[in-house]
């Protein structure tokens, strides 16, 4: 593959590992320049390949490549962007907030606020999937973990979001970088976003410090924790960099979650239906926590849709080592990039990989399969700290959703871009009517 079309593959996140994988094989060392300008990188699409990669707990292979160095440089350091040894100290002091039994007190709140939104959507009469599904995910966001009911603001939050992490990751992928202090307009455009989400954030701090019974239990967290390195306590700017990772990681890949289940079902009532079904099974009442339980169908559509559109299309690390990754050695300072979307939609693992079927995922069909060719919260020790509270979310909300309206897809594509995480392209257009029987809200 000639340099050029191998830039121009890498820069297509989801689908470039795949072509690379065709051209090269499961592991393939791809070459971008001379070894002084540019670090090799290897691109790992074989689960055997993921495991290595992914699996050890050593730190061999770390969060040292240039995109979190940039990112640590431009949002400071938080738990998506530390490497190896700080890391393991505070993954440790936030997992309790995450358990699957604790995320369950967030559960009312989610299915109140998805069954609210599709009867504002039944309302409009047709709307952007993917922008109502970003902003019932900021809210959902905003009153579990920030304690700050988001509203308006919910909306006008996710596009500077995007500009400030949309900048970093360009940096990352540009040859010859401008220093940081040089006054770009492209660095100052970045300024602008970050200082409108900064503002929010430190509203949420200065909220939960003022009113100790506000219901903000990760930034409380932060209050009453010491930093493991530093053994002081969180400053404010501290726990302001720790919350920018739990909004970017949160809030786009849920919502695209959300939006690519209800494009998919817009497309094909068999599904819907039986989801609605499921649901509607429950009776009338607001769904809680145990009523998950009772909706396997729903969970798999959802697993479905992350299997299609990974949120997360590659993982990204440095090889800090020489090491053998699904039989070939990888040198020490390599780029290292699992490309789970190219996991996902690989025919060697999934039969008809292109079509949605929620089936693959029936107990019986699940059984056996090798944990590593599915990858939608990553695996090993850095995998996602935020699964179990996403899984809830997208399962109460995709069912409250559904046996309040259906709806229907007026486009027969979503578009998928990688700024960053794989987000829709551009508008995802519906058609969202009430169901008759609907709970009124
Ligand atoms: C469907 C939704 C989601 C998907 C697909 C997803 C995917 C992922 C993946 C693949 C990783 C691992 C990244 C890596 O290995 O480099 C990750 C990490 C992370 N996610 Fe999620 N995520 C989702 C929702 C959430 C939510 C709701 C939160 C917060 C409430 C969250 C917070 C985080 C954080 C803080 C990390 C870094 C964890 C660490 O390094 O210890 N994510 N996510």
């Not at 992490?165 to 100052?188: E, G, I, K, M, N």
């Not at 090889?319 to 996991?343: H, K, Q, S």
Request: charge should be positive; include cysteine; aromatic fraction near 8%.
């Amino acid at each position: 593959m000639p340099l050029i079309a191998r830039v121009k593959a890498l820069r297509r996140l989801h689908t470039g590992p795949e072509e690379i994988r065709d051209a090269g094989g499961p592991v393939t060392l791809v070459r971008l320049g001379p070894r002084r300008l540019a670090a090799p990188m290897a691109v790992v699409t074989s689960p055997q390949g993921a495991h290595n990669v992914l699996g050890g707990s050593d730190g061999s292979f770390d969060k040292e490549m240039i995109t979190f160095v940039e990112a640590r440089k431009w949002f400071g350091d938080n738990l998506f962007n530390i490497t190896h040894e700080p890391w393991l100290s505070r993954r440790r002091t936030m997992q309790p907030l995450f358990t699957k039994k604790h995320v369950a007190i967030y559960a009312d709140r989610m299915a109140d606020i998805a069954q609210t939104s599709a009867a504002t959507w039944a309302k409009a009469g047709s709307i952007d999937l993917d922008k109502e599904t970003r902003r019932l995910t900021m809210r959902v966001l905003g009153q579990s973990l920030f304690g700050l009911d988001l509203g308006a603001q919910a909306e006008a939050l996710g596009p500077p979001l995007n500009r400030a992490v949309q900048f970093v990751t360009d940096r990352s992928l540009q040859p010859v970088r401008a220093p940081s202090w040089l006054p770009t307009f492209a660095r100052h455009r970045f300024r602008t976003a970050k200082d409108v989400v900064d503002r929010t954030i430190d509203d949420a701090i200065t909220a939960a410090q003022d009113d100790p019974g506000r219901n903000a239990e990760l930034i409380r967290l932060f209050f009453e924790t010491t930093d493991s390195v530093t053994g002081k306590r969180f400053t404010d700017r501290a726990i302001r960099q720790e919350l920018w990772a739990f909004l970017f990681a949160g809030h786009d890949t849920t919502a695209t979650t959300l939006a690519y289940s209800l494009w998919a079902l817009g497309r094909d009532g068999a599904i819907q239906e039986r989801v609605a079904a499921e649901s509607a099974a429950l009776g009338d009442r607001p769904l809680q926590v145990d009523d998950v339980a009772h909706l396997p169908y729903t969970v798999q559509v959802i697993h479905e849709a992350l299997r299609m559109c990974p949120p997360a299309a590659v993982l990204a690390r440095m090889a800090m080592r020489d090491v053998v990754v699904d039989g070939y050695r990888i040198p020490a300072g390599t780029n290292v990039v699992v490309g789970v979307y190219a996991l996902h939609h690989d025919p060697t693992l999934w039969g008809d990989p292109g079509r949605f079927d929620p089936e693959r995922f029936s107990p019986d069909r699940s059984a056996g399969r090798n944990r590593w060719q599915y990858l939608p919260f990553g695996g090993g020790p850095r995998t996602c700290i935020g699964d179990h509270f996403a899984m809830l979310e997208a399962t109460l909300a995709l069912a409250s959703i559904l046996r309040t309206v259906q709806t229907e897809s007026l486009s027969v594509d979503f578009p998928l871009v990688t700024p960053f995480t794989m987000v829709a392209g551009g508008p995802v257009p519906a058609r969202i009517r009430a169901r008759t029987s609907a709970t009124p809200t």
